[in-house]
């Protein structure tokens, strides 16, 4: 028997803001444990929670974004748990109100198609802290800096039908959410963090099987890895006669497995109820006007524009678009007169993210700034320099070593386009290789590159290649 | 002479006659106490200085007592509860700091039951309150403590909280002035929560006019409470002297139900008259849905009490079991140790009208029935600028009479707890004796017409003396 895999994910996206979601404290990472944590933050008696406005802006943007419906009226709830790192007992969030309801994502899938992916829904909450089990040899810490930072849940349809899918669903709303400015994606940190929801069914099947929810997936691998292991054991489980159980799975990087954590049975009563602390949050329309007015230009559209504006094809448009940063870094040096669209692209597919890769640098930090190298390739196409030799110009750019036109002339660098030079030094190859040059005249052609070899060589690379061909083949005729 | 001086007489004074006053009441409450109970820390007035910019000093010199519920920086704050006994908050509530502001001098945080729980008193870990017109009587609660030492002159006045009754049922059990404004009107930033969409500041007075004073410095946005209203503050001392001619006044009819004393019906009826005689319109009023207010309560109180309550876990702060074995132990020792078993009981039915499977049953009818309590009082109001009716069924019980029954205690707040869940400001203002015990009088105004309050009970005191009257064994020169 075939079977299908269904996947829905949860994602908790850290939104950028600068302080909490309910109190004014800041969210810098990194701090030493509890020293971003206020009163508000470790829940003592008499405080209260109040909305941080620029959370709620940044939810909205990535509402309007997937083209869903922002909640005019949306309720914060309470989700009550005891845990040691969740301070008031409970954690604000939003249940059967949030603020985004449905919309889609649209994800490249390999074969060249484009899958559009529901969202269920989307909805603000604040993290909880952490539980610091490593450091003490008879005690658990509590770091409490992070409880009270702003999370976006989204909430995707079961939608995804391998893990592949998952994955590419993941790369696209990592995408998005950095090209909304609404966080800074980052997985490390604990800015993107992912849950899924996976069940298996026979092909042809329409409803869904029971599933089993796996937490723990802190990178786009680990998500793979664990949606395959888990795929596969629920196959062979039913494939066995038995039945999955409806429970909270960990996944294990290490082993590759994943393993039970708490089953249905054991599973929290939240008793979710309006947060009486908090008033129902009613957007205005000319808030979500502005907030739509300021959208940027999204993924989707800005792919289609490289490719109708720039000529580009869809790989390098895909390419170039996945981070808002490298777009605007190719659409800076096309500003900045790049000649050749096409060049361009090549040169930051190339070279730049080669280099970028080599050193572990992001686009931000690029240390060729866009204008310089569309000078460099102004240089290419005036002839002064060949391609070549625009890598080593490039090269030193790169490190830092002045400007394109100081670096042509400091190293001599610039092409040599010339004729009489160009023939002078012709005249003294065909000398010293008298023998190979009679061969040449006699038919075999091959030898061209021989001399262009060595007239090259003698003028460490400078000769313009197009010039060069010309002339030598000129001067074969006149022998001729 | 000094025990009866008013609010504006007591900021009036010179800088020697505001010591003299202090020290006045901090006797007062080093002789009398011990046999209240009304105090759980009483304060040196140097102890908590007010931080800030200055305030108006409209209240320069003034001793006031803070319920131990709201937070003050420096002071230990219990709630009335084991689980926060040796807590000391490091800020103060919005209500201490305006009021330290304004230029209070506080000497006390007063005796209430735990984390507000209660009608009595009598749910306190630190001992019960008792009644100063009868030391074998409660004081009701749960602002037991602020009440007694009001009545008893050991402070002119002192803050109070309001969740279903707290500050107008002691008010009127101990014979003095106790308002609660509308939701909204006062900050319940570093009030510790019991039941946050019903929890409100409120003050109680030996009169209107004491109370007006106090309570204008209290009201007010702030931004730190989500729920605070914008709405611009009224000069409650102004709206004293309105008088009550021309209002029309509705006369509850459910309130006069079987459960009332027909002797407090009687002092009840005498004040309405009194009200009609100066010029107030009597209409009388049906409320259809009133009677399931402490049904409606008793849902979405503990409902909320449960969640508010969960930080108390014996990790950051409060009371911890000694050597858990494990997490669960840690948490089920430090709560069952910490909270006594008025406050387990509705941790206890709040979890349970929110589980899966009973929350539309229970949490969401109450609301909807919430919402229908307060539709009944909004048309009432549409022929009506206020509404009246008792306090309390009845005057003062016995101390332990009604402990082994909840349900017989509950039915206490019968005629108050219906406005909490309609947000509406109400006051109780004394209304006589029975059996030598007070009784109170309550008016319920409309949203935010704290004035209107102020103007009727301000008028019915100038034709009244109830509020002069004294207990016995606590008159000037006791002790």
Redesign the interface.
């Known amino acids: 028997m075939s079977w299908e895999t269904v996947i829905g994910l949860e994602v908790h996206v850290q939104l950028l803001t600068e302080s909490k979601i309910f109190s004014a404290t800041p969210t810098r990472y990194g701090a030493s444990p509890n020293t971003q944590a206020g009163l508000i933050d470790l829940g003592y008696p008499g405080v209260l929670p109040v909305l941080n406005r620029r959370a709620v802006e940044l939810a909205v943007r990535f509402g309007l974004a997937i083209g869903a419906t922002v909640s005019r009226r949306s309720v914060f709830a309470r989700k009550n748990y005891f845990y040691p790192d969740l301070p008031k007992g409970y954690q604000i969030s939003q249940y059967d109100q949030p603020i985004v309801q449905g919309g889609a994502l649209e994800i490249p899938l390999p074969e060249g198609i484009v899958k559009r992916v529901g969202i269920t829904r989307a909805h603000l909450e604040e993290d909880a802290g952490k539980s610091v089990h490593d450091r003490f040899p008879e005690a658990s810490g509590i770091d409490l800096n992070r409880a009270g930072t702003p999370l976006l849940e989204i909430v995707s349809e079961p939608d995804l039908r391998s893990p592949t899918q998952a994955v590419a669903y993941l790369k696209a709303l990592h995408t998005l959410v950095r090209y909304l400015a609404i966080s800074d994606g980052n997985l490390q940190e604990g800015s993107f963090r992912c849950d899924a929801n996976l069940s298996v069914r026979p092909t042809g099947e329409t409803r869904l099987g029971i599933r089993s929810e796996i937490k723990n997936l802190n990178s786009f691998r680990f998500v793979e890895q664990a949606l395959r292991y888990e795929a596969d054991r629920q196959v062979q489980l039913l494939e066995a006669g038995g039945q999955v159980v409806q429970e909270t799975r960990l996944y294990d990087p290490d082993r590759r497995e994943t393993r039970p954590l708490r089953s249905k049975e054991e599973a929290h009563d939240y008793r979710y109820f309006p947060d009486p602390d908090l008033l129902p949050l009613v957007l205005e329309e000319t808030f979500i006007d502005e907030v739509r007015s300021a959208l940027p230009e999204l993924p989707t559209a800005k792919r289609e524009r490289f490719q109708s504006a720039y000529g580009l094809g869809a790989y390098d448009a895909a390419v170039l678009t996945q981070s808002r940063d490298l777009a605007d870094y190719y659409e800076s040096a096309h500003r900045a007169g790049a000649p050749d669209s096409k060049l361009l692209a090549n040169w930051i597919l190339g070279e730049v993210l080669a280099k970028l890769n080599r050193d572990h640098l992001e686009i931000d930090q690029v240390p060729v700034p866009a204008s310089m190298l569309a000078l460099l390739l102004v240089r290419i196409a005036d002839g002064t320099l060949s391609g070549p030799l625009a890598k080593t110009v490039f090269e030193t750019l790169w490190a830092g070593e002045g400007s394109v036109d100081e670096i042509i002339d400091a190293r001599g660098l610039r092409q040599v386009s010339d004729t009489g030079a160009l023939e002078q030094v012709i005249e003294d190859t065909i000398a010293a290789h008298a023998t190979q040059w009679t061969e040449y005249c006699a038919g075999r052609d091959k030898l061209l590159g021989f001399f262009v070899g060595q007239v090259m060589q003698a003028t460490q690379g400078r000769a313009n290649p197009q010039t060069l061909n010309a002339l030598i083949q000129k001067r074969r005729e006149r022998s001729g | 002479m000094k025990l009866r001086s008013r609010v504006p007489e007591l900021v009036a004074a010179t800088a020697r006659e505001t010591r003299s006053a202090l020290e006045y009441y901090r006797e007062r409450i080093r002789v009398l106490n011990p046999r209240l109970n009304a105090f759980i820390t009483p304060v040196d007035p140097q102890a908590h200085p007010a931080t800030g910019a200055p305030g108006t000093r409209r209240l320069a010199g003034l001793p006031i007592a803070h319920k131990d519920l ?2 003050t920086r420096g002071i230990p ?1 219990t ?1 009335g509860s084991r689980m ?1 006994a040796g ?1 000391v ?3 103060d ?1 919005c209500v201490v700091e305006r009021l330290d502001l304004a230029g209070c001098t506080l000497i006390g945080k007063t005796n209430m039951d735990e984390f507000a729980m209660g009608s009595s008193n009598e749910t306190s870990a630190f001992g019960p309150v008792r009644n100063p017109w009868n030391l074998e009587r409660v004081p009701g609660g749960s602002s037991g403590g602020s009440a007694a030492a009001v009545a008893a002159g050991l402070v002119p006045v002192a803050t109070g909280t309001d969740t279903g009754g707290s500050i107008r049922q002691p008010a009127a059990l101990c014979g003095i002035t106790g308002i609660k404004p509308s939701y909204g009107r006062v900050s ?6 019991f ?3 019903m929890d409100q500041a409120g003050v109680l007075a030996r009169s209107a006019e004491d109370a007006a004073w106090v309570l204008r410095e209290m009201a007010g946005h702030d ?5 605070s209203v914008g709405l611009p503050v009224p000069d409650y001392v102004a709206a004293l002297t309105r008088g009550v001619r021309g209002l029309r006044i509705g006369i509850v009819q459910n309130f006069f139900d079987e459960g009332l004393w027909p002797a407090v019906a009687d002092r009840i009826r005498e004040a309405l008259s009194v009200l009609e005689a100066a010029g107030a319109q009597l209409i009388d009023i049906t409320l259809p849905h009133l009677s399931l207010s402490v049904p409606v309560y008793y849902v979405l109180a503990p ?2 009490c ?2 508010n ?3 108390y ?1 014996g ?3 409060g009371h911890r079991a000694r050597d858990p074995v494990d ?1 669960t132990d840690l ?1 089920c020792r430090s709560r069952s140790e910490g909270f006594g078993a008025e406050v387990q009981r509705r941790i206890l039915i709040g ?1 349970y009208v ?3 499977g009973y ?1 539309d049953a229970y ?1 969401l009818k109450a609301q909807r029935v919430r919402r229908l309590i307060r539709n009944d009082f909004l048309k009432a109001f549409e022929s009506v600028d206020l509404l009246a009716g008792p306090t309390t069924p009845t005057p003062a019980f016995r101390l332990g009479e009604k402990t082994a029954d909840p349900l017989t205690m509950y039915l206490n707040d019968i005629y108050t707890i219906g406005v909490n869940l309609a947000g509406l400001p109400a006051l109780s203002v004394p209304a006589g004796l029975v059996e030598g015990l007070p009784v109170g009088l309550q008016l319920i105004g409309r949203d935010f017409d704290e004035e209107t309050l102020f103007a009727a009970a301000a008028d019915f005191q100038g034709r009244t003396d109830w509020h002069r009257a004294e207990p016995p064994g606590f008159e000037e020169g006791s002790g």
Do not use: K, N
């Open positions: 709201f937070v704050t709630c926060l807590f908050p490091p800020y509530a319940r930033f570093g009030m510790i929560a039941a946050s969409s931004p730190r409470d989500s729920t409902a909320e449960s969640s309550l969960a930080r876990d990790i950051r702060y997490l948490y979890t929110l589980s899966h929350y949490y």
